[in-house]
């Protein structure tokens, strides 16, 4: 396959990836749907807030006559819920959920009513919110970029090791610089302004995000290895980027920074 068709491949499948990630991920926007009265209702509750304000709340219901309540507790305590009254702006009903530290969590439900018939919009179970310190776009979106750019670079070494015609080796030098400054300098600066730890992966912690990046690093250090000398290591590269493809491909913040509100001063 020509060169070109093969760059046109990894976007495809890179992008595709990012989609997926993007979309599986726990603090992707939980979409809620049910019918109150006459009126079918469509919502995009968050699952994921800056630590700066209260988190706004918001459901379009146009039936003037349906009212509800959002109740909350601190995610994995004891904490009896605590309801508060959702109130009318204009075709919305609105409530609130306080601002928390940050990786702090609130297990929370939206109940809808209408004529005396009562509507969660999150199901049996509550949906989980947690709340981060803001991050500058200065780091933030060098670090998606480079993040993307070092899927797509392994993604095309992949391809292009398939064959014989056309040489990886500069790919996967340009993959694992890019994975470094984006997974293991840009990314640790985005996990301390949000969270206030640079690393909370392996060996002292579970974080996903954190843990899959160390492991994609380690299989193009391998790949690297294997092609020192100008060999091309096809076997290796193709490895690797499918470790990448596969690690990418988890879902973001999977297993990621949770506050112990246990270990909080009383």
Do not use: C
């Not at 990894?10 to 009126?39: D, E, H, N, W």
Request: proline residues 6%; glycine residues 8%; aromatic residues 10%.
């Amino acid at each position: 396959m020509k060169k070109g068709w093969l760059w046109v491949l990894a976007v495809l499948i890179t992008l595709t990836a990012a989609v997926y990630q993007r979309m599986t991920g726990p603090t992707y926007p939980f979409r809620a749907k049910a019918r109150i009265g006459a009126s079918d209702i469509s919502a995009r509750l968050p699952r994921s807030a800056e630590n700066v304000k209260d988190r706004e709340v918001s459901v379009r219901v146009p039936d003037a006559t349906a009212d509800g309540y959002v109740e909350y507790k601190r995610f994995k305590t004891d904490d009896p819920f605590t309801r508060v009254e959702m109130t009318r702006e204009g075709d919305k009903l609105v409530a609130f959920l306080p601002k928390q530290p940050p990786a702090g969590k609130l297990a929370y439900r939206v109940v809808l009513a209408s004529l005396g018939e009562m509507t969660s919009l999150t199901g049996e179970n509550p949906i989980v919110i947690r709340f981060k310190g803001p991050v500058s776009m200065i780091i933030q979106l060098p670090h998606i970029l480079i993040m993307f750019l070092a899927m797509l670079f392994s993604t095309a070494a992949g391809l292009f090791a398939l064959g014989k015609r056309h040489n990886p080796r500069k790919l996967a030098v340009w993959t694992a610089v890019l994975l470094f400054l984006g997974g293991f300098i840009l990314g640790p600066m985005m996990q301390q302004s949000a969270f206030g730890k640079l690393w909370t992966g392996f060996p002292f912690g579970t974080d996903m995000t954190d843990n899959k990046t160390l492991v994609a690093m380690l299989a193009w250090v391998a790949a690297l290895i294997a092609g020192r000398k100008g060999r091309p290591a096809r076997g290796w590269i193709l490895a690797a980027s499918v470790v990448l493809l596969a690690v990418y491909s988890i879902p973001h913040s999977l297993f990621g920074s949770e506050l112990d509100y246990a270990k909080l001063p009383k």
